[in-house]
């Protein structure tokens, strides 16, 4: 075989090949949805005032900031995952969440009285948010992880934190539908550690499990 019939059947194997693993992303986004759901539902659920607190804007909040971070460690896993893909742009994506939660709390910041600042920071329920972001996390981040291990990522411990983000930002979008402190003070302090405690794992598990 000539070297350039060669090139085009490495090339042609490997277009190949990304579609699936592309649309297996997608399968595995919506396995670790569904484990995500059944974990929420058979320990904590919904809250019970979850209808009215839905017509207020400092709840629907906790949403944009989660699903914002899910969909943007979504477009950057797949991208890492894949050996040679372009990753700025998905990087540069990762900034929007930071970006809205800080937003939000200056906003907070600006409408609340001082003295209330560290009331609405601790809240009532930071160990819960603490335990029950991560378990609901540590299914779709197993997911991810096996995930990273049928691509081909060349950073993997990069992969993997980006995989615990991903499982965070889909645990914390179930979570704060029963979170009762919408402050975004509380959401921008224990979300966060909980959804960082998730990326350091995944970091981990890139490290000694997605080597190749």
């Not at 058979?42 to 804007?57: N, S």
């Not at 937003?103 to 329920?125: H, K, Q, Y």
């Amino acid at each position: 075989m000539r070297t350039d019939d060669l090139i085009k059947a490495l090339d042609a194997d490997a277009r190949s090949k990304a579609m699936p693993l592309q649309s297996a992303w997608w399968m595995a986004a919506g396995a670790a949805a569904v484990i995500a759901a059944i974990v929420f539902l058979l320990t904590i659920g919904p809250r019970p005032d979850f209808m009215v607190a839905a017509h207020t804007m400092r709840f629907l909040s906790k949403f944009v900031f989660t699903i914002v971070l899910a969909v943007s460690a979504f477009a950057l896993i797949r991208a890492l995952s894949t050996p040679g893909a372009p990753t700025s742009s998905a990087m540069a994506g990762m900034i929007a969440a930071p970006l809205l939660v800080a937003l939000a709390v200056v906003l907070e910041l600006l409408a609340v009285p001082e003295a209330d600042w560290g009331t609405r920071m601790v809240g009532s329920n930071m160990m819960i948010c603490m335990g029950f972001i991560p378990l609901i996390g540590i299914g779709p981040l197993a997911i991810f992880l096996w995930m990273l291990r049928y691509g081909a990522p060349t950073r993997p411990v990069l992969a993997g934190a980006v995989a615990g983000l991903l499982a965070g930002g889909l645990a914390a979008t179930f979570y704060a539908a029963h979170c009762f402190d919408d402050s975004p003070l509380f959401v921008a302090t224990w979300y966060t550690i909980a959804i960082a405690f998730l990326a350091l794992l995944g970091a981990l598990g890139g490290r000694f499990f997605v080597r190749w």
